[in-house]
């Protein structure tokens, strides 16, 4: 789909500096500088248009949150929800990071999640997985010992592949749930995509894991 261009974006980003984050790369290893409270730092990796990241910030007071989003058209619609949500511990990336070492220190985040990441499916393609081993080593990097990953997809191919990823690197897999809705998880805070693809009876499938440590 052709994402529409909105030429106010930078001037609404920069308005609004105190959520999108301007020089990120000059954070690295002080990414707690930028919130009010020093708490547990939770990742979202590919916050499309907000919902997750800006609910979780108000469900979750206790933990700051960063959303990273490449495409500056649709971080826009993240940072409208992030300000309407009147939540202070929430802040995104407008950045297309090759490697999140180069914006994150080592064992600086807390909780990383990859919620309905693009699955990529043809074989070729399959390094640019977002839970292909290369990518496993950058989260491993940057994840505290004790830190945890969560995926939620509702591509099945991609959900099965990422298991046997992690699975393969060693990683330790906390939950397999092969349909999330099914079990209606108070606390689950749902994305776009993952409302839309529910509503027309799709399974939702949702896995925890965590690095050894």
């Known amino acids: 789909m052709r994402l529409r261009h909105k030429p106010w974006a ?26 009010k409270k020093e708490q547990p730092l939770h990742l979202e990796i590919g916050s499309g248009k907000g919902q997750f990241i800006a609910g979780m910030g108000k469900q979750h007071p206790e933990y700051n949150f960063i959303g990273l989003e490449r495409v500056k058209s649709v971080i826009v619609g993240a940072l409208k929800k992030v300000l ?17 070492r180069d914006l994150f220190g080592t064992s600086e985040i807390d909780h990383i999640y990859l919620n309905f990441s693009d699955p990529w499916p043809k074989t070729r ?31 099945r191919g991609l959900f099965e592949y990422s298991l046997a990823s992690f699975s393969q ?6 939950e397999v749930n092969l349909d999330l809705h099914a079990v209606e998880d108070p606390l689950n805070v749902p994305t776009e995509y993952e409302e ?18």
């Open 84 to 100: 309407d949500a009147e939540t202070d511990n929430v802040r995104l990336i407008n950045e297309d990071a090759a490697d999140l």
């Open 10 to 35: 930078d001037d609404y980003m920069k308005e609004n500096d105190h959520v999108v984050v301007q020089k990120p790369f000059d954070f690295k290893g002080n990414w707690q500088a930028n919130f």
């Open 196 to 213: 839309k693809f529910a509503a027309k009876g799709q399974p939702i499938y949702r896995c925890k894991a965590r690095f050894k440590s």
């Open 125 to 155: 393609h399959e390094k640019r997985r977002l839970t292909f081993s290369a990518f496993l080593e950058q989260y491993e990097d940057v994840l505290k010992d004790d830190g945890k990953l969560t995926l939620k997809t509702d591509n």
């Open 169 to 174: 690197y060693g990683m330790i897999i906390e």
